[in-house]
């Protein structure tokens, strides 16, 4: 992998699709502002040597920064325990043992250290450490002054770790070679980084086009994030995908090194993962037409459809798949969504109660599949009065497309 060519992520690799102007997802809209959301262009490019994927441009930061103080993001926790049993277990971890850590999604993970006796922590500090003042500034602020420069600050004021952990943060990197180096700043000579990330490969196999968020850059493999692990100078010492139901959680802990370790890298490996990337996009048309067709038909023979959650998935699905005309109503419980407007579309955000008020019978599920069941227990009285749940995520038991 040469990671030269990731410094200008318009002209790395080739095209593999281009999705037209798409919303920032994030940018929900008062009922009565007559404005849209505003649109960037949208390309996926493929690294060929690697099966690489990225986004061509990705969206101004600024555009990307949440205008809302109540919006929040959730990462896969149920693994944090296993998590740490590994790393107070790594070599030459002791109880004296110095944990750094990149953003407030590691706070949970320093928690169970510092329960466990690893009291030695500490955490980026957005506003001392990269001088972001906006207290609703995310991680898309974040990566974008997080420079040598800047870590080479924070390891004075903190000191270097033994260990960092960087928790769903890489795949947001405009500038990936200089993260990467920037992180490694923070770290002791032999002291290990705890990288994780979405692993992409079930929704690239499957064909789940929710999968591509205008804030995530990378979207990383197995195969590709251990490719850019070897050519960034690294040896893997724990390597795990955890599996969630949504998409799979990939750990990786790792040392520099001076060894070639990329020697294990197989040629047909990385011709597979191309082939999948090829097929991911080759797979768009048809499945617009697909799905399209399917809403037609159920919203032709039962009514209007709604839609359940209203979150940055359903902003793809409806985006992506070019059905937000289909849907009547975005359904979301949280107070402060209620009665906004969805960035695609306009389309209005009502609470649960407008599936018993109205002739809902079809409600599209983009929820994260884990959550599904606590809606479908909480609504039976909708299945009782003939209203039918399907989910926007293939391969799920109630996936929209294998529907009847």
């Not at 030695?120 to 997080?146: K, M």
Request: charged share 25%; glycine share 8%.
């Amino acid at each position: 992998m040469n990671l030269s060519k990731l410094k200008n992520l318009e002209s790395s690799g080739e095209l593999l699709v281009d999705f037209g102007a798409q919303p920032v997802s994030n940018r929900f809209l008062a009922a009565n502002n007559p404005s849209e959301a505003p649109r960037f262009p949208l390309q996926l490019r493929l690294c060929p040597d690697t099966g690489l994927i990225h986004l061509g441009k990705p969206f101004p930061v600024e555009e990307l920064k949440p205008r809302y103080d109540w919006l929040t993001c959730f990462e896969p926790e149920q693994h944090l325990d296993n998590l740490v049993e590994v790393l107070i277990n790594l070599p030459g971890v002791t109880k004296q043992s110095v944990f750094g850590a990149y953003s407030f999604k590691d706070d949970s993970t320093l928690r169970r250290l510092e329960n466990r006796g690893y009291g030695r922590t500490w955490r980026i500090d957005p506003e001392q450490d990269l001088g972001i003042t906006d207290t609703r500034a995310n991680v898309e602020t974040y990566q974008s002054v997080f420079t040598r420069a800047r870590a080479e600050r924070i390891r004075e004021r903190h000191g270097a770790a033994d260990a960092l952990i960087v928790r769903h943060v890489v795949e947001h990197a405009y500038n990936l070679p200089e993260f990467i180096q920037a992180i490694r700043l923070l770290v002791k000579p032999g002291g290990y980084i705890a990288w994780e990330l979405p692993d992409c490969e079930r929704a690239l196999a499957g064909g789940d086009y929710t999968t591509i968020w205008e804030e995530h850059v990378f979207y990383f493999t197995s195969l590709t994030f251990k490719q850019l692990l070897h050519a960034s100078g690294f040896k893997i010492v724990h390597f795990e995908s955890v599996p969630y139901l949504l998409e799979n959680s990939i750990i990786a802990i790792v040392q520099e090194t001076s060894a070639d370790a990329a020697a294990g890298i197989s040629p047909h490996a990385v011709a597979d993962e191309v082939a999948r990337a090829r097929t991911f996009a080759e797979s768009l048309a048809r499945r617009r037409v697909g799905i399209r067709r399917k809403l037609e038909a159920m919203r032709r023979e039962r009514g209007p459809i709604a839609l359940f959650g209203a979150g940055h998935l359903s902003v793809a699905f409806l985006s992506l798949m070019e059905v937000g005309d289909l849907i009547c109503c975005v359904v979301d419980d949280n107070p402060h969504k209620k009665g906004m407007r969805m960035p695609i579309g306009g389309i209005e955000i009502v609470g649960s109660d407008a599936l018993y008020r109205g002739d809902i019978r079809v409600c599209l599920l983009s929820l994260n599949p884990q959550n599904q069941p606590k809606v479908l227990a909480n609504h039976q009285r909708f299945i009782r009065q003939g209203g039918v749940f399907v989910s926007i995520f293939p391969g799920s038991p109630l996936d929209l497309e294998r529907m009847p």
